[in-house]
């Protein structure tokens, strides 16, 4: 990513985590205010069922005032709302609650990890430019433009992934203050929030692997073993302005890595990889690809003779 592109991903890791932070406060406070609040007694006056819960009116009296608070409940807690049946409410502030679901409104503990990360994530990803200067200006081995590529790689893994988990806590978050959310609409935000957290965890596992730039399955590839790397080429997506770039290398075997490329290192990491393996570098096309599948091996260099 070049500079500007990892200060805004820095504010927005900022804006993350100052969210988080908000929304645990304000939970928090909304909590405390119901835990200690008014505990008063209503009586459950209609009851309408409807294709996945129970609309449930119970009236109460506050402070000399009479009201009807409007409940939601599953299907399943029909019992527990038949018409005169008592239900304790809890009133606080401008609110009114059950007071069986007390604790549901307590705030999510994934809040204060969620902004905590994104913070700190915020800060490596706005001092990353410095860093990197410096690790160009330090260069003495020409693989070290491969080892900060793959470095790279796995930041961006890594940031990918705490978003996905940052976006997970706000779905959680969603979930627990929408309190008139069907039974339907939840399970939906369950499944989005299962699948954002699966995919964190798959770009984490990825960008685990090469918590060491220089000691992965990438870097023995090209450092040590060139001959396996069958096609090499630059893949370049434009979106909304932005222009990213990834080294795309195929192996023999048919496996994929890529390494992320920025502007200042770009042509100098192609070129390390067009050192080692020139036999592989071969711009994308069609008819590229499908000659590769046939045989990944047809363009791999012969065996140099004793």
Sequence with gaps: MSTWQLRILAVGLFAIALACAIAFLAMRDEYISLRDGERIAGTVTRVEPRRTQLRVDIDYQLRGESGVYTAYAPLAEAAQFQVGASVELIAARARIIRASKIEGERPSLLLVPGAVVAFLLGVVTLLAPRRAAKRRAARRDPLDVVVDGIARTRNVLAGLAAF??????????????????????????????????????????????????????????????????????????????????????????????????????????????????PHAMRPFSAETQRLYQQDPTRWRPAPVAA
């Design 164 to 277: 996905m988990l940052a976006a997970a806590t706000f779905f959680v978050v969603l979930l627990r203050a929408d309190h008139g959310a069907s039974s339907t609409e939840r399970t939906v935000i369950w499944v989005l929030t299962a699948t954002t957290v699966g995919t964190a965890l798959i770009l984490a596992f990825a960008a685990y692997r090469l918590r060491d730039p220089r000691n992965n399955a990438v870097m023995t590839l090209i450092a040590e073993r060139p001959h396996d790397i069958a096609w090499v080429y630059v893949q370049t997506v434009r979106r909304k302005g932005q222009t990213i770039q990834d080294a795309v290398i195929w192996t023999i075997g048919k496996k994929q890595h890529s390494i992320r490329l920025v502007p200042e290192d770009a042509d100098d990491l192609v070129a390390e990889l067009a050192r080692r393996a």
